[in-house]
């Protein structure tokens, strides 16, 4: 590992100019709490250029969606479809392949531009919404809740705070989800 650094669950990344957890736990689709758990020597407001930290990548993946998160280096249908969407709103992503080549990236970077969207070529529920297509997961939370979908900063504490519940009614409306794993556009349940 670079720097002697150790990541059991998880692999090492290099800090860049402009980097913060945010936008790192963005990047690679984990939640922030899961990334200030991973590194837990690291001061979030003092990152450095050239610093080694640990992404986790151990943790469970958010349930599918028809709106998956794609970035560079993806490939399959949903990226023929993502192919598809941008060459029809006019945006040239090269050929219909299913390939998310520099070419889909580039693509995918100018359209977030021309939506107002941050411009980070991510394909998450923002921008699969801009490109027109209906990201929203049937509801699947037993009665007496409602589905809510994870946002970066989310815990089940600050939840709690902002939908009048407690922790622990969270945890029992959501029996299969670590709370320390939570996942950006993860779909749990929060009581009423």
């Known amino acids: 590992m670079p720097n002697g650094i150790n990541c059991p669950n998880g692999m090492p990344y290099t800090i860049k100019a402009g980097d913060t957890f945010f936008q790192i ?13 991973a590194n837990p020597g690291v001061n979030p407001d003092r990152l450095f250029i050239g610093q080694v930290i640990c992404v986790p990548t151990g943790t469970t993946p958010p349930p599918s969606t028809n709106c998956p998160l794609l970035r560079q280096g ?42 107002g969207l941050v411009p980070d070529g991510l394909v998450g529920v923002l921008t699969w919404t801009a490109l027109g297509k209906n990201c929203a997961q049937p509801p699947t939370c037993p009665a007496g809740t409602f589905p809510y979908i994870v946002r970066a900063g989310d815990t089940f504490f600050v939840l709690a705070e902002r939908f009048n519940t407690t922790v622990s009614a969270i945890q029992r409306a959501n029996p299969n989800v670590n709370p320390n794993a939570l996942q950006i556009g993860q779909q749990i349940c929060i009581p009423r």
Do not use: E, K, W, Y
Request: charged content about 20%.
């Open 25 to 37: 736990a963005r990047t690679f689709g984990v939640s922030l709490d899961a990334l200030l758990a």
């Open 74 to 115: 993806n490939t399959g249908p949903d990226v023929v479809d993502l192919q598809t969407r941008l060459r029809n709103m006019g945006f040239d992503p090269g050929p219909i392949d299913g390939i998310f080549g520099p070419t889909t990236h580039a693509a995918v970077i100018a359209f977030q531009r021309s939506r």
